[in-house]
């Protein structure tokens, strides 16, 4: 007898097994990713979501802190097909309900069929597929999150110190642990800001370059970061990444739309539009740029279906990503791309080789 149900939009529940009890719901995303579980699970992208592990065993190498993105698990559940008792517990400790043992071939098939849907979760020894379906009841859209960043955001502004690289506002609209890390690598002084911070407060710090972090939800619901962008283009390089440059794209007159079931995981192709060099990259996002507006050029495209994966502005100093650079862990194709943001504030910049010599 089964002691965990999954209800999906549409009708059909699916039985499972309990790993971590609990009901919950959100968005039922994939991720093709079979390494990078704990960077996966603490990544504040998945804010609301429920992610499915696509790889058929999460967790054969263990549970360490040192990996996770930020301080706490985001999905507000998970699903695979085999979760490793070391996963399970850290999730169980998460208070995050966690089920295995059903197909997730077919339930990524479905999303891929569908897009990504709604989903109730049941899991425990009271578990029943009633219960799963009055969670997927009470389910909101994404879009339906309006204030999703004060859940991921940090609530004051946190600075850490670098070398004797450029000084960067980072809008924490979500951010990886990562990209902090990536940035002081190279001697940059970065001040972590709420995503509700006001133009002001940003001036204050007298930034070297504006940074827009990555983050869930519809990056409609994210005003206070896209008048950031249009009090300061033009007289501030700005920086983004994933839902970062969605909002800078929105802030200079393009336009976004959400995806059918997005991009997650680690081997998603994007060409150089310039170069013609193809680079693996994570990614991990349902929304993208679907206009770019007239102020900003298409630099890089996703190979699988020329989505907007890079965006550039000489005029303005702009330069956007759709994916992560900053992979943990990896690919590392693309960290360059810290290289080139420092470089817009001038010759401040240290590459992490000069910082270490």
């Known amino acids: 007898m089964s002691d965990a149900y999954v209800a999906l939009e549409g009708g059909s529940v699916v039985e499972a097994r309990c790993r971590a009890p609990g009901t919950s719901h959100g968005e039922l995303v994939f991720t093709t990713a079979y390494t990078g579980y704990e960077e996966s699970l603490t990544d504040p992208s998945y804010e609301e979501q429920v992610l499915t592990f696509s790889y058929p065993l999460i967790g054969n190498y263990g549970v360490r802190t040192e990996r996770f993105e930020d301080d706490r698990v985001h999905p507000r559940a998970v699903v ?24 997730t071939r077919d339930l990524v098939g479905q999303i891929r069929e569908g897009g990504a849907m709604k989903c109730g979760i049941s899991a425990g020894p009271d578990a029943s597929p009633e219960q799963a379906k009055e969670a997927l009841a009470d389910c909101p859209g994404m879009s339906e999150h309006t204030d999703i960043g004060a859940q991921v955001s940090v609530a004051d502004a946190t600075t850490y110190e670098g070398g004797d690289g450029p000084d960067v506002a980072l809008i924490d609209c979500g951010a990886k642990g990562s990209i902090v890390d990536s940035l002081l690598a190279r001697g940059a002084t970065v001040h972590v800001l709420p995503y509700d911070v006001s133009p002001e407060k940003v001036a204050a710090f007298d930034p070297d370059v504006l940074f827009i ?27 983004g990444i994933c839902l970062g440059q969605q909002i800078i794209a929105r802030a200079l007159g393009g336009t976004t739309e959400k995806m059918a079931f997005g991009h997650r995981g680690v081997n998603q192709p994007v060409r150089d539009l310039r170069t013609d060099r193809v680079v693996m990259t994570t990614q991990n996002h349902g929304y993208t740029v679907a206009e770019p507006g007239p102020e900003l050029d298409v630099t890089q495209v996703n190979v699988n279906d020329d989505t907007a994966e890079g965006l550039e502005s000489d005029d303005l100093n ?40």
């Open 80 to 103: 695979a097909r085999e979760l490793t008792d070391d996963v399970a517990e850290w999730l169980a400790d998460e208070g995050v309900p966690a089920v295995d043992h059903l197909d």
């Open 318 to 357: 702009v330069i956007t990503r759709q994916y992560h650079p900053e992979a943990n862990p990896g690919p590392h194709d693309s960290l360059d791309f810290f290289d080139d943001v420092l470089a817009m504030a001038g010759d401040g910049c240290r590459t992490p080789a000069a910082a270490a010599d």
């Open 213 to 239: 972090s990555n983050g869930p939800g519809d990056p409609a619901n994210f005003e206070a970061a896209r008048a950031l962008v249009e009090e300061f283009a033009g007289e501030v390089p700005l920086a």
